[in-house]
Structure formats: structure tokens, C-alpha cells
């Protein structure tokens, strides 16, 4: 048995779809007696509604840049988790930094600060800023720039300003923050210790900065539509989903 974890936004989901190709090929996979499952910075309850939407098949969703791994039917396996009170000082710096939006992740619930000039974001429940600290324990916080550039400055602050509380991820425009640690490796690593699986039989699939990790640390792949830097890590890029699965099942491209 092997593991495909694959990243959803801008690697399986692409151009605003997932393609019957690519959800055929993983039901090739699965049927061949593998694992496939979703590592994305989304919270759980975002990344279950988008795969039942689109009809994708998971046996597991690692959700939050590797800090909550859920299986197949929505139980919480493992979580990495912070206590709340350690965002005190970190939701001020999102707001005077121009952060859209400051939503922590709690759970399967998603609280957002309400603060003046924030943009619209999904939202469980709204909290003023000094209501953080009394959050339960929390598996991320996120935000998102207007460009690219600015995102990658506050991630590099964040992790400056906060080293040993709070690890900035940048993805695009958007930059997630968990616990110290967290990762997308991470988790897979706990994933695989979890189902009692080596790691060499985890095969990981990403396009962005926040890929960039755990295609390393599991000499991961890509997609032809990925980030420059990503692809110039990647053990090998794929046009889609469906031609790595087929590769790595013998069937050719």
C-alpha cells in the first residue's frame, strides 16, 4: 500500500475545477489498494466541503499546513494545537500590517477578528480582538496581502518577531501560522506513524511555497502550473493529478 496526499488549491483543484480525469484516476488508485488524501492549509470543515462538492474520494484530509489530521469519516486523529493566548500580540501586527483578514482555526470552527478595513473571509463566528486570547486551543491563524512580495515580508517577520511560538507558511498571497513546528511534512510524517506506514511509501504532490517542505523532506512532485521555485525542487512535474497516478502505477503518461 502506498500514500498519495495530495495539496487542493492550484494542484488538484485548478482553474476553479477538479477534472473527472484526475477523480478517475484516483478511484484507479485507491482500487489498486492505496491510500489518497488531501494536506492543505484550509481547515477541515472547508477542505471536507470542497471534496464532497467535487466529488473527491479521501481516506484522509491533513488539514491546516500539517497540524490536524482527520480520517475518512470527519474523526479528528491528531491535532497540533497552541494556546490561544499566544495570538495577543500577533493579531495587532496582522492589522497595523494590512493583513485582510485575521481568522484563527479552533477545531472544525473558524473565528474572525473584526477590525476596520478587513476584506470578507469565511467566517463561523465573529470576535473583537481582545476575545482571542479566551479562544480555545488553536491550530492556525491566516491572513492574505494584495501581493505576493508582501506576503513573503510578513511571513519572514512573523517568524522573526514570534520564533518559538507561531511558524509563518506563505501560500501566494495568503500566509497561514501555526503552532511552532507545524508543517505539511510534519503531519505527513505523523500520518504515516499513525497508519503504521513507512515514510518511504508517501508520495506528496504540491505547487506553492507552502508545498515547498514536504516535497523536499519526501522528494515530492509537482505540477506544470506550479511556482518556479516549487518546480525546480520537485522530483519530477506532472501535467495533472491523473499522469502522476498513472506513472506511478506503471501505466505511462
Known amino acids: 500500500m502506498r500514500i498519495l496526499a495530495s495539496d487542493y488549491d492550484g494542484t488538484l483543484r485548478r482553474e476553479d475545477r477538479v477534472s473527472a480525469v484526475d477523480l478517475q484516476a484516483i ?84 473565528f474572525v ?53 507561531i511558524t509563518a507558511h506563505q501560500n501566494g498571497v495568503c500566509v497561514d501560522m501555526v503552532p511552532a513546528g507545524g508543517s505539511k511534512p510534519a503531519g505527513l510524517s505523523q500520518y504515516a506513524a499513525l497508519v503504521g506506514l513507512d515514510e518511504s511509501q508517501i508520495l506528496t504532490v504540491g505547487d506553492n511555497y507552502n508545498d515547498l517542505g514536504m516535497i523536499e523532506a519526501f522528494h515530492g512532485f509537482t505540477v506544470t502550473s506550479a511556482k518556479p521555485e516549487v518546480i525546480a525542487k520537485a522530483a519530477k512535474v506532472y501535467e495533472s493529478i491523473a499522469c502522476l497516478i498513472a506513472d506511478q502505477m506503471g501505466c505511462g503518461e
Request: hydrophobic residues 35%; charged residues 25%; negative net charge.
Open 113 to 165: 477578528v473584526r477590525y476596520d478595513g478587513m476584506k470578507d473571509t469565511e467566517v463561523d463566528e465573529w470576535i473583537v480582538p481582545n476575545q482571542v486570547a479566551n479562544l480555545p486551543p488553536f491550530t492556525q491563524i491566516d491572513t492574505s496581502f494584495d501581493q505576493e512580495e508582501r506576503a513573503a515580508w510578513f511571513s519572514g517577520e512573523v517568524n522573526r518577531r514570534f520564533a518559538g511560538k
Open 27 to 110: 478511484g484507479r488508485w485507491r482500487s489498486a489498494g492505496n491510500r489518497f488524501g488531501l494536506i492543505s492549509g484550509r481547515g477541515y470543515t472547508s477542505l471536507h466541503k470542497e471534496a464532497e462538492n467535487n466529488g473527491v474520494p479521501c481516506d484522509f484530509y491533513i488539514c491546516n499546513n500539517g497540524c490536524a489530521i482527520y480520517d475518512a469519516g470527519g474523526q479528528v486523529l491528531w491535532e497540533h494545537t497552541a494556546p490561544s493566548s499566544d495570538l495577543t500580540d500577533l493579531v495587532p501586527f496582522i492589522i497595523q500590517t494590512g493583513g485582510f483578514h485575521a481568522a484563527v482555526t479552533c477545531g472544525r470552527k473558524r
